[in-house]
T-cell receptor, first 111, second 117 residues
Framework: GEDVEQSLFLSVREGDSSVINCTYT??????LYWYKQEPGAGLQLLTY?????DMKQDQRLTVLLNKKDKHLSLRIADTQTGDSAIYFC???????????FGTGTRLKVLA | DAGVIQSPRHEVTEMGQEVTLRCKPI?????LFWYRQTMMRGLELLIY????????DSGMPEDRFSAKMPNASFSTLKIQPSEPRDSAVYFC???????????????FGEGSWLTVV
């Protein structure tokens, strides 16, 4: 199937690290993405990782990719209240320009 | 640069009425996508176009839905007749072709929030 799975909710305290997990389906996906959706808005690209990488760090964001298990994670260091949003992982089916999004994880940051 | 522009931003319509959602992709982008977001089903790909040609419409829920892209700068998603279960946020997105350092990043519009009563 084409399901990309994520846990639905995550709650953390301000200043802690958040880890959002995703399981994707297509082992040949070229790129994997993380998008952020704030209330009432569209999705914005946060970061991406190429499939031949294991890790990518971008300021407070760290993406880990385990190709064997088809597992992707996003770690947000020093989580702030402004990070409260829904986070989507997405895979691009290789060579198709077809993107499949996960169900989204709603992150709530407690002050 | 202007992003992906969608209209209307909000629409409330009665069951049975025709609904037309509009999208202007980012200039120069070859790919255009229509997604639907609901609480129950998350973000679903409905259809996508490459160079104005529909490539994959397998996500279009039923014959009541149709999408067109008459030129590179405009696309519509039409629902006729609309039903309450069509209530959702409809996103248009566009992407340039080719794989650069950012992959095939897609850029989303702000969405059209549809309520069918």
């Amino acid at each position: 199937g084409e399901d990309v799975e994520q846990s639905l909710f995550l709650s953390v305290r301000e200043g802690d690290s958040s880890v959002i997990n995703c399981t994707y389906t297509d082992s040949s996906s070229t790129y994997l993405y993380w998008y952020k959706q704030e209330p009432g808005a569209g999705l914005q690209l946060l970061t991406y990782i190429f499939s031949n990488m294991d890790m990518k760090q971008d300021q407070r964001l760290t993406v880990l990719l385990n190709k064997k298990d088809k597992h992707l994670s996003l770690r947000i260091a020093d989580t702030q209240t402004g990070d409260s949003a829904i986070y989507f992982c997405a895979e691009e089916f290789s060579g198709t320009y077809k993107y499949i999004f996960g169900t989204g994880t709603r992150l709530k940051v407690l002050a | 640069d202007a992003g992906v522009i969608q209209s209307p931003r909000h629409e409330v319509t009665e069951m049975g009425q025709e609904v037309t959602l509009r999208c202007k992709p980012i200039s120069g982008h070859d790919y255009l996508f229509w997604y639907r977001q609901t609480m129950m089903r998350g973000l679903e790909l409905l259809i996508y176009f490459n160079n104005n040609v529909p490539i994959d419409d397998s996500g279009m829920p039923e014959d009541r839905f149709s999408a067109k892209m008459p030129n590179a700068s405009f696309s519509t998603l039409k629902i006729q007749p609309s039903e309450p279960r069509d209530s959702a946020v409809y996103f248009c997105a566009s992407s340039p072709s080719g794989t650069g350092v950012t992959g095939n990043t897609i850029y989303f519009g702000e969405g059209s929030w549809l309520t069918v009563v």
